[in-house]
Every structure is written in C-alpha cells, then in structure tokens.
C-alpha cells in the first residue's frame, strides 16, 4: 500500500478516534437483544448519540417508549432505558439506511449452532448484507457476537467489502470484541469485566480501546480479530470442559458408593484445584455453544479434537444420568417409567433465572415422555410452569429436582412426602447432598451420590 495511503488511513482513524473521545461521534448497534440493548444503553448514558437497528418492529416500539422489551430481573436496565431514550440519547428503528451517518456500528446479532454444531450466521449476514450498502465513509464496524476463530476474515470482511465497493482498513475499519454478559448481570458485567479488543490493525484496536473507555472500568486488552475469537469461544468451552470433569467424576462417586460432593471439597483443598459443580445439564446461551464454535474454527485444519466434543457429550448426557436414577428408584418399589406420574422441578437453564435456552430439562422431559411417562413440570420464573409445588406433587410417583431454584431449598419436605404415591426425590443438583432427606421416609437419590442401586 503506498504511503500515502497509509497516511490517508492513520489521518482517518485518528480522526475518529478524536471524534470519539469527544463523544462527538455517531454510534449505532445493530441488534437490541440482551446484549445489543444494554450497550446501546450504556453508550447512551456515557453522553453518545445512539441508534439502535433491530428487526423486530414491536421490540423498537417498546424501545422507542422507554420500556424494555427484556423479562426476567436485569437490575437498573429499565430505568436506564427509560433515562437515554427520555433525553432523545438513544432512538431505535428497524431500517439501515439510517447508518449512513453513522462512524460506530456495533453488532450484536445472534450467533447459535444447529443440530450439527454448525454456527448459523444467518442473523450475522443478514445485519453485515443489510449494514454494508449504507456505510459510512471511515466508519469502524465492531462485531460483538460470539464467532467462530476465522469469522471476521471469512464472512465479515469479505461481506462487508463486497456489498459496500469498500476496503478494509482505507474506506472502513474492522474490529471484534466478544461481549462477556451473563443474564441477571448484564449492566454490572459490562462495566466491571474486562474486555479482549480485537482490531483488524493495532491502530484500529487502539481506537476501539478510545471508545469502550467510555463504559469499562476494567482492563482493555488489545489484539487482533483471531486471538479474539479464540479467547471468547476458548473461555466458555474451557468451562464446559471443567463442568464435564466434574460430572463424569459423580458418576465415578456414584459408582463407588462414595459423595461427589464431598469428594469435590477435598479435592479442592489441594492448591490449583477448582472441580466445578456436578449436575443436571449444562445450558444456556453460551456454554452449549462456544465450544462447537471453537472447534468449527479448526475444521478445515486437520486438527484432532476429543476433549471439547466429549465434554458436550458428557454435559448434554446428564439429564439421562438423572433419568437412570429415578428409573433405578422407582424400581425398588416396582414401578417403572411407564405409567409413572413424576413432577419435574425446574426449567429454566440456571437458578433463579427465567431463561431457558438450551435447558437441560426439556432433554429430561423428552426421554421420560418417550417412555411414556407423566410429566409435570414447575418452574417459578416461567410463566406456563408455575403453580403450587405441593399441589403440582399430587399423585405423583417422584420428584425430580432440576434446578436449584431458592423455592426448593425450602420445600416443606413433610407435605410433599404426604401429597406424593411413592417417596422418592432425586436430586439432580445435590441441593441436600450435604442435608441428605430422611432414609426413613424418603427413597432420596443424589447425583454423585452412591448407595442409588
Ligand atoms: N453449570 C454446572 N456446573 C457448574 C457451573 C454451571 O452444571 O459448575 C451449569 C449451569 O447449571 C447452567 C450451565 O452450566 O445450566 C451454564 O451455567 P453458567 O454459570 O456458565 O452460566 P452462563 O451460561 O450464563 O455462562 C455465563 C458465561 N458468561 C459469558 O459468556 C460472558 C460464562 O463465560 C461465565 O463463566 C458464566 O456466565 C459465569 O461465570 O456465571
């Protein structure tokens, strides 16, 4: 590239980045989901002009009236958005044209695998096919979606010069910076978790540094696109792997008559030991996910992967793992599945949560109802589960607890034992490993526990 190209570039983004500083730029986000939204917020409140660009035109109303369109307990969210779009900081709509005045755009679409482990980047080309028409002159394109190691050399850049007549780093700049949110959190995980700012040039992650200042109060780490997207997808499978260590050694507990759960606070004694909880199933938005998006990255590379696929294996198997332990229950007192009424505790994909994506429960409600079982199921947080669990239990032949949900740590134990056929609670989250139920009155199976024969 001749010189004063070069120098065309660095005068441009040293412009924006000043433009930035200043709060004088123009930031955009594309997608106002759970992400999306508290970002757009976020900006907002730090003093920056904000359009919001999301599909669905009911969300953008809501928005536009200052009501957020997002359930469940996410502490300061609504009031911050009643706050920004109050003072005209942030508006939302649902068409692209209104990017071309924009110098930011941040996307933060959707990113899951399918039924393969595939990533589906439907969401992520329909926003850059959508985006790239209207951009701006030297504005800087931020991906904030969890991708795959390779995404921004393979799909974005070449979407976005392909449809703009643009060049990366002379008419545009690239960036990707993986949000690290976590439902319930959202607005506090933004501000204090530090944040891997992957720039398609050093100058352009220095830029986008100028810019989360304005919102981080932890580390801003620079780098580029690739290690980036290693680093997201690597943190959550890397978790994954731990969660599976932990589930595949209750089933070693289980089989050996001994306690996980005790086993698990010895071993994490020893300096550098951190065995993860066992359970039920591993869901949610990210862990599911991330590790198939990892190894997705590799896929042409010949490299060989066991351990990322074997711990989703393991993960995804433990609802049959709860399974098996009602079976082997409700066979000492001779029933078996079929026919059995059993009162499932539990949807949502982690405690006191309403979200359920990915829930491991409904992996569990599938089997049982494939070996024609009664299922009921309750959960607090979502809307068509809750009830009254004592009512629920009923005639019922079991309970299953899938969720340590607080509700279930106080169960009256005495009237659920009254109102169910047979007694018998599994315990799929040992929430009273360490308080077992009585051997007396209870037919109680724990995950990771032994003596479940
Ligand atoms: N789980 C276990 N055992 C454990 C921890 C979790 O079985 O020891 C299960 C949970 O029940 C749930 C699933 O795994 O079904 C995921 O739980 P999670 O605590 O990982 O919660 P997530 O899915 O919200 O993960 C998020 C991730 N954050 C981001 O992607 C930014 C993850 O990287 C965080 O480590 C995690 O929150 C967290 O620390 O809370």
Not at 203 to 229: G, K, N, R
Request: hydrophobic share 40%; charged share 25%; aromatic share 6%.
């Amino acid at each position: 590239m001749e010189a004063s190209v070069i120098n065309e570039n660095l005068l441009a983004l040293s412009n924006l980045k000043q433009s930035i500083e200043s709060k004088k730029a123009k930031l955009a986000v594309i997608g106002l989901g759970y992400v999306g939204l508290p970002v757009a917020c976020m900006f907002s409140d730090a003093g920056f002009d904000v359009l919001g660009v999301e599909i669905i035109q009911e969300r953008v109303n809501k928005i536009n009236q200052g009501i957020s369109p997002i359930e469940g307990k996410e502490p300061g969210l609504a009031e911050l958005l009643a706050k920004v779009v109050n003072n005209n900081k942030l508006k939302a709509t649902t068409q692209y044209d209104a990017l071309t005045t924009r110098d930011v755009i941040l996307i933060d679409v959707e990113t899951p695998v399918d039924e393969n482990n595939i990533p589906r980047y439907e969401a992520l080309r329909s926003a850059l096919n959508s985006l790239a028409p209207h951009l701006k002159q030297h504005a800087l394109v931020i991906v904030e979606s969890t991708i795959a190691p390779g995404t921004m050399r393979e799909v974005v850049q070449p979407i976005l010069e392909e449809k703009s007549g643009k060049r990366v780093n002379i008419d545009f700049f690239l960036g990707n910076c993986p949000e690290r949110v976590m439902p319930g959190k959202l607005l506090s995980n933004l501000c204090s978790l530090s944040r891997v700012v992957g720039g398609n040039t050093p100058q352009t992650a220095e830029t986008m540094i100028s810019l989360y200042q304005h919102i981080v109060q932890a580390d801003l780490d620079p780098t580029d696109c690739v290690t980036a997207e290693i680093v997201k997808t690597a943190e959550n499978a890397y978790r994954d792997v731990q969660i599976a260590f932990a589930n595949e050694l209750a089933l070693i507990c289980q089989a050996l008559d001994s306690d996980v759960w005790r086993v698990r606070e010895l071993v994490n004694k020893s300096p550098g030991r951190n065995v993860h909880l066992p359970g039920a199933g591993v869901g949610g938005h990210c862990i599911p996910k991330d590790p198939w998006l990892l190894a997705y990255g590799v896929k042409d590379k010949h490299v060989p992967l066991h351990l990322i696929p074997v711990a989703r294996h393991i993960n995804d198997h433990m609802p049959i793992e709860v399974a098996k332990l009602l079976k082997h229950a409700l066979a000492t007192c001779k029933k078996n599945l079929q026919g059995s009424r059993i009162l499932v505790l539990g949807y949502a994909y982690l405690e006191n949560s309403d979200d359920d994506r990915n829930s491991p429960t409904k992996t569990l409600v599938d089997y049982l109802q494939k070996e024609n079982a009664e299922v009921i199921v309750h959960d607090p947080f979502i809307s068509q589960y809750k009830g009254h669990v004592i009512h629920l239990a009923e005639n019922a032949h079991a309970v299953v607890l899938m969720v340590a949900h607080s509700e279930y740590l106080t169960i009256d134990l005495e009237r659920l034992r009254t109102a169910l056929r047979l007694p018998i609670f599994i315990d799929g989250r040992g929430v009273f490993a360490h308080h077992p139920l009585d051997e007396e009155e209870w037919i109680y199976r724990c995950l990771g526990k032994g003596n479940n024969e």
